[in-house]
């Protein structure tokens, strides 16, 4: 997945968000939406890590409709002795449907198939809230089909998602910030992909931990088609076990069950947890939360994040009956295939685990993995293409957002001569381009840079191309590196070093 790995999912908790004096948006429109003037929020204290609300005095005038029913919204620890059967109501807070409401819109996304917009959600809100929470209450709300649609990976081939509507985003966010909460804390340790205070960066030290104590095989697991295959009974069994209320049972299976539109037909899902919803990641780490407690039970050492998992062993014979005994039991227990092609049993150094490699000396240092290179340059190619006919500054403010989130995520590597490589690479590229832009007039652009007479003209007058003359005394000489790091271009390797 790269899931895209630089856009991790950032998971909010609704109790620091609660006490955030200023509430100025989002908590306006969610109290506009459950019938509250935005000015007059009652002050929010917490306890056993959750809000406490006080109630509204105010009662609604006879003859009209009641906007904001203290009942409906849910009630503390204290008033509700049996909590287990009033998860909906949990659900339902306010201060959990603000810190959902903020957590939506911040991840902003396409419509899904009912075509409404996350900018349209909040007025959607405003009029519907009473009655989409009634239907909530009562176990009766029925999700809409997700938008089936299909993007490249990163590694080749397609991947599927299914996008819900953002109504549904809204509800699956509340739903999985109080399931987080709940579950989270009986995950297993070796579990690191979309959980609260948990990283790639974290499962990548965790490898290198093992690496370091000698373990130097990986048996690279690989599940073909994950989130398409899950077994629905499988895992609503799983979700019994750790939900007592019916309400929130019934909406997760109809989430699951709620189909998919694709090219205008409606197809059934019988199985799969569409990829593209809130829930989806954490009802994949409650499955295979199995896989982690029989790689525990066994006393394997290992690092997950969400389907991709690194088994760390001495030898390759080792490695080898860890593999068979693995995709024996995912396929038995889980119903899960492991895909025989991509899986194997090598060097830790030979494989690549979430856009990383190692190398092969000891210690083991971390450093970017050489398809995550290829699809560095290929993006930075698409970005300084010569014929896109944007200006220079254009193009580097793309360069910049691209660069920025690029180094915030493998700048973890600790082997940054490769960065200084693609620092003059990239600026390599901006060269051509430039000299591109410049056409006939190069022999002027270049004298006004400073480039004597006769080095102009031989370099104007040339017949190579403009990749030829990136390298060439001319060009270096009138656009060095510091000239386009004067105008804003991020240096890779200096922000990587200074980490």
Same mark, same amino acid.
């Given at each position: 997945?790269?899931?895209?790995?630089?856009?991790?999912?950032?998971?909010?908790?609704?109790?620091?968000?609660?006490?955030?004096?200023?509430?100025?948006?989002?908590?306006?429109?969610?109290?506009?939406?459950?019938?509250?003037?935005?000015?007059?929020?009652?002050?929010?204290? &917490?306890?056993?890590?959750?809000?406490?609300?006080?109630?509204?005095?105010?009662?609604?005038?006879?003859?009209?409709?009641?906007?904001?029913?203290?009942?409906?919204?849910?009630?503390?620890?204290?008033?509700?002795?049996?909590?287990?059967?009033?998860?909906?109501?949990? $659900?339902?807070?306010?201060?959990?449907?603000?810190?959902?409401?903020?957590?939506?819109?911040?991840?902003?996304?396409?419509?899904?198939?009912?075509?409404?917009?996350?900018?349209?959600?909040?007025?959607? &809100?405003?009029?519907?809230?009473?009655?989409?929470?009634?239907?909530?209450?009562?176990?009766?709300?029925?999700?809409?089909?997700?938008?089936?649609?299909?993007?490249?990976?990163?590694?080749?081939?397609?991947?599927?998602?299914?996008?819900?509507?953002?109504?549904?985003?809204?509800?699956?966010?509340?739903?999985?910030?109080?399931?987080?909460?709940?579950?989270?804390?009986?995950?297993?340790?070796?579990?690191?992909?979309?959980?609260?205070?948990?990283?790639?960066?974290?499962?990548?030290?965790?490898?290198?931990?093992?690496?370091?104590?000698?373990?130097?095989?990986?048996?690279?697991?690989?599940?073909?088609?994950?989130?398409?295959?899950?077994?629905?009974?499988?895992?609503?069994?799983?979700?019994?076990?750790?939900?007592?209320?019916?309400?929130?049972?019934?909406?997760?299976?109809?989430?699951?069950?709620?189909?998919?539109?694709?090219?205008?037909?409606?197809?059934?899902?019988?199985?799969?947890?569409?990829?593209?919803?809130?829930?989806?990641?954490?009802?994949?780490?409650?499955?295979?939360?199995?896989?982690?407690?029989?790689?525990?039970?066994?006393?394997?050492?290992?690092?997950?994040?969400?389907?991709?998992?690194?088994?760390?062993?001495?030898?390759?014979?080792?490695?080898?009956?860890?593999?068979?005994?693995?995709?024996?039991?995912?396929?038995?227990?889980?119903?899960?295939?492991?895909?025989?092609?991509?899986?194997?049993?090598?060097?830790?150094?030979?494989?690549?685990?979430?856009?990383?490699?190692?190398?092969?000396?000891?210690?083991?240092?971390?450093?970017?993995?050489?398809?995550?290179?290829?699809?560095?340059?290929?993006?930075?190619?698409?970005?300084?293409?010569?014929?896109?006919?944007?200006?220079?500054?254009?193009?580097?403010?793309?360069?910049?957002?691209?660069?920025?989130?690029?180094?915030?995520?493998?700048?973890?590597?600790?082997?940054?001569?490769?960065?200084?490589?693609?620092?003059?690479?990239?600026?390599?590229?901006?060269?051509?381009?430039?000299?591109?832009?410049?056409?006939?007039?190069?022999?002027?652009?270049?004298?006004?840079?400073? $480039?004597?007479?006769?080095?102009?003209?031989?370099?104007?007058?040339?017949?190579?191309?403009?990749?030829?003359?990136?390298?060439?005394?001319?060009?270096?000489?009138?656009?060095?590196?510091?000239?386009?790091?004067?105008?804003?271009?991020?240096?890779?390797?200096?922000?990587?070093?200074?980490?």
């Amino acid at each position: 997945m790269p899931w895209d790995l630089a856009c991790e999912r950032n998971w909010l908790s609704a109790e620091r968000l609660a006490l955030t004096t200023e509430q100025k948006s989002a908590e306006g429109i969610v109290g506009c939406e459950l019938g509250r003037r935005p000015e007059r929020f009652p002050s929010m204290g &917490l306890k056993d890590g959750r809000s406490h609300l006080s109630r509204d005095s105010a009662s609604a005038s006879v003859g009209q409709r009641p906007l904001w029913d203290e009942r409906a919204v849910g009630e503390t620890k204290e008033d509700a002795p049996e909590q287990e059967q009033r998860l909906m109501e949990r $659900v339902l807070e306010r201060s959990n449907l603000i810190c959902a409401l903020r957590q939506v819109k911040s991840n902003a996304g396409s419509p899904g198939a009912d075509g409404m917009s996350v900018e349209a959600l909040s007025g959607h &809100l405003r009029q519907h809230w009473p009655e989409l929470r009634e239907r909530l209450l009562r176990g009766q709300y029925q999700p809409q089909p997700v938008r089936r649609v299909a993007i490249p990976k990163a590694g080749g081939g397609r991947r599927t998602l299914g996008i819900p509507s953002v109504v549904d985003r809204f509800i699956q966010q509340a739903l999985l910030q109080v399931l987080q909460r709940d579950w989270d804390a009986s995950f297993s340790a070796h579990s690191f992909g979309f959980r609260p205070n948990r990283s790639a960066h974290m499962a990548l030290a965790c490898a290198q931990e093992y690496l370091s104590a000698g373990y130097s095989w990986v048996v690279d697991v690989d599940l073909e088609k994950f989130f398409d295959r899950v077994n629905h009974d499988k895992l609503m069994a799983r979700v019994k076990q750790r939900v007592a209320d019916t309400r929130v049972l019934k909406l997760i299976e109809r989430y699951l069950k709620a189909g998919a539109l694709s090219a205008g037909k409606l197809h059934a899902t019988e199985e799969g947890t569409p990829q593209g919803g809130p829930l989806s990641p954490l009802l994949a780490n409650l499955l295979l939360d199995d896989l982690d407690k029989e790689l525990e039970r066994r006393g394997h050492r290992f690092a997950r994040y969400a389907d991709d998992c690194n088994v760390y062993v001495r030898s390759h014979k080792a490695g080898q009956r860890v593999l068979a005994g693995v995709t024996k039991y995912l396929e038995r227990v889980l119903k899960l295939k492991v895909n025989e092609a991509k899986s194997a049993v090598d060097r830790p150094w030979k494989r690549k685990f979430l856009g990383f490699s190692f190398t092969a000396r000891r210690p083991n240092r971390r450093r970017v993995a050489d398809a995550a290179i290829k699809r560095f340059k290929d993006q930075v190619r698409q970005i300084t293409r010569r014929t896109s006919g944007v200006t220079l500054s254009e193009v580097l403010a793309q360069l910049r957002v691209y660069l920025k989130g690029w180094k915030n995520y493998f700048g973890f590597s600790q082997t940054h001569s490769r960065f200084q490589e693609l620092d003059k690479w990239i600026v390599r590229r901006l060269r051509c381009y430039l000299w591109k832009q410049w056409g006939r007039r190069g022999y002027r652009e270049l004298r006004a840079l400073g $480039v004597s007479r006769e080095l102009a003209w031989h370099t104007s007058k040339s017949a190579h191309g403009p990749w030829r003359l990136s390298r060439s005394p001319a060009l270096s000489f009138a656009l060095p590196g510091r000239y386009f790091r004067a105008r804003g271009l991020p240096s890779l390797y200096d922000c990587a070093t200074a980490t």
